[in-house]
């Protein structure tokens, strides 16, 4: 008798040989490999032909497939001198450099691939990419190609450039502040320093020795490294304890803040009244692990580049047909009523408007939430924000950009007010708790020694001690840590939720 070996499977779809999904609808045979779609095909003519094809044998490379919309004309509206001011960066009058999202970049594969645009075409000089971000920078001359021809490359090679109505309104991008990172560094430096400078006291070194002079000078030092770290590095915990009690609200940072300032104060006294070597090596290190955790949480959140509005959405420019049926491309903030605006599939509608066309159907997603399209018919109103779906249609300007549906909706109170009420995340509640039993059991421990006891010295050396051992700073570094790992796993897979107080609230969903 033979063995059975299972037979191979036949059925299973065939890889497109340039984005690696499976050919589904057809397969396209060329050059002895099989693709999916003209896109693939395209690209892949254009890579051989520029000897670019080593593209395919980076290890986990896996193209873009550009969508087989034709992309003529459509970045047309590029060429406008108005427009292309803004988004230029720099230009000598013939060398242009520009910035763009990039947002189908997502892996190693697609930075080779970009920064070969020069090899694409020699009009442009270079480009480099900004990987974190999803951004390319290209340097072109611009007396040998046009803003939109090389918008139109990186839309053939399947990287369509994301440009939006907030690129050309002339807003200014949120710079990543670097206070934090100097606050991190001096923290860090003090916080090795002060060790450093504290070992002969850990090992019960130059007491009552002829080096004891050594050791106030040592002492001396370490008070002057820990200054900078409680006044200047500590600075934003004081700042939110203090806004806190302003408002009669006790939150994370008031008894981080009182720990603080109380380890620093009984240093100062064991230091000069040489009763001991005080704790400021505790206090830099609090601060600067704390701060660590901050800047995490900080950092992971602004990856994901999700603090927008509206005009983020709008597109630049849409196509107006007059009289003739002529196409033209011009921008959404000129459009004015009456105005006839051609739609094609996938593309946002940027305005309130009446269908012309017979039939559309149009996805309102992103401003209801609900992914099923619509079915919507000859003089029918479509509101701004839906995405359309299917072959290009006609529509009749009813409302300016500033007058539409979505940017009402935006500009609601209930997306503007602040929805995330500290108070109500899960480290808030704990620490509402948990500082006030902290409080209450240091202010005891303080009264029962410098009352009944009668010994003061031991009292504020209690007091301080219970508030350094029960410091919520571990409750504060987790939930920075946990939360900057949830954003960072949400990202992975294309969930973005608007901060990371929102996290916790979708502990609290129901019904979905």
């Not at 040998?144 to 021809?149: V, W």
Request: glycine content about 6%.
């Amino acid at each position: 008798m033979h063995a059975a070996y299972p037979k191979p499977d036949t059925t299973a779809p065939t890889a497109c040989y340039h984005c690696g999904e499976a050919c589904l609808d057809e397969i396209i045979p060329f050059d002895a490999h099989s693709f999916c779609c003209d896109g693939c095909v395209t690209v892949y003519d254009l890579l051989k032909e520029n000897d670019l094809c080593n593209y395919y044998t980076i290890d986990g490379a896996q193209g873009i497939s550009p969508n087989s919309q034709h992309f003529k004309g459509k970045y047309d509206y590029l060429n406008l001198p108005d427009i292309a001011h803004k988004l230029i960066e720099f230009t000598d009058g013939k060398l242009c450099r520009v910035n763009w999202s990039t947002p189908k970049m997502h892996c190693s594969s697609c930075i080779w691939l970009l920064e070969q645009l020069n090899r694409l075409n020699p009009a442009i000089r270079g480009s480099v990419v900004n990987f974190p971000e999803k951004s390319v920078r290209i340097t072109f001359d611009s007396q040998q190609i046009k803003l939109s021809e090389v918008a139109e490359l990186l839309t053939n090679i399947g990287y369509e450039p994301y440009i939006s109505l907030n690129d050309v309104h002339g807003a200014v991008k949120k710079k990543w502040s670097k206070s934090r990172l100097y606050k991190i560094g001096i923290a860090g430096f003090a916080f090795g320093n002060i060790m450093m400078l504290s070992f002969p006291e850990y090992f019960s070194l130059g007491i009552d020795t002829p080096s004891d002079e050594l050791r106030l000078v040592f002492d001396g030092l370490n008070i002057l490294f820990s200054l900078p770290v409680l006044l200047y590095c500590a600075s934003d915990f004081f700042k939110s304890a203090w806004g806190a009690l302003k408002i009669k609200q006790l939150n994370i940072d008031a008894p981080i803040a009182l720990a603080l300032l109380g380890i620093f104060l009984t240093s100062l006294y064991q230091i000069f009244s040489q009763t001991g070597p005080g704790y400021l090596d505790s206090l830099a290190g609090a601060v600067f692990f704390m701060l660590i955790g901050r800047y995490f949480q900080d950092k992971t959140y602004s990856s994901i580049s999700f603090d927008r509005d509206y005009k983020s959405y709008f597109p630049v420019a849409v196509s107006v047909l007059d009289q003739n049926e002529t196409e033209s491309r011009k921008p959404i903030t000129e459009l004015v009523k009456g105005d006839q605006i051609l739609v094609r599939g996938e593309e946002l509608i940027p305005v309130d408007a009446v269908l012309l066309s017979p039939v559309a159907s149009i996805d309102y997603s992103f401003v209801s939430g609900e992914a099923e399209p619509v079915e919507r018919r000859m003089g029918d109103t479509i509101y701004a924000g839906g995405k359309h779906k299917g072959p290009a249609i006609t529509l009749e300007v009813l409302h300016a950009v500033s007058q539409s549906y979505l940017t009402q909706l935006w500009n609601n109170d209930t997306f503007t007010k602040e929805k995330e009420d500290q108070s109500q995340t899960l480290a808030a509640r704990i620490n509402r708790y948990f500082s006030t039993v902290v409080l209450i059991i240091s202010t005891i421990t303080f009264i029962v020694w410098m009352t009944i006891l009668n010994n003061p010295e031991t009292a504020f050396r209690a007091f301080t001690t219970a508030l350094l051992v029960a410091c919520p700073c571990a409750l504060l570094l987790s939930s920075t840590f946990t939360n900057g790992n949830l954003l960072a796993l949400f990202g992975k897979h294309e969930f973005y939720p608007k901060n990371a107080h929102a996290i916790e609230r979708l502990s609290h969903i129901d019904t979905v």
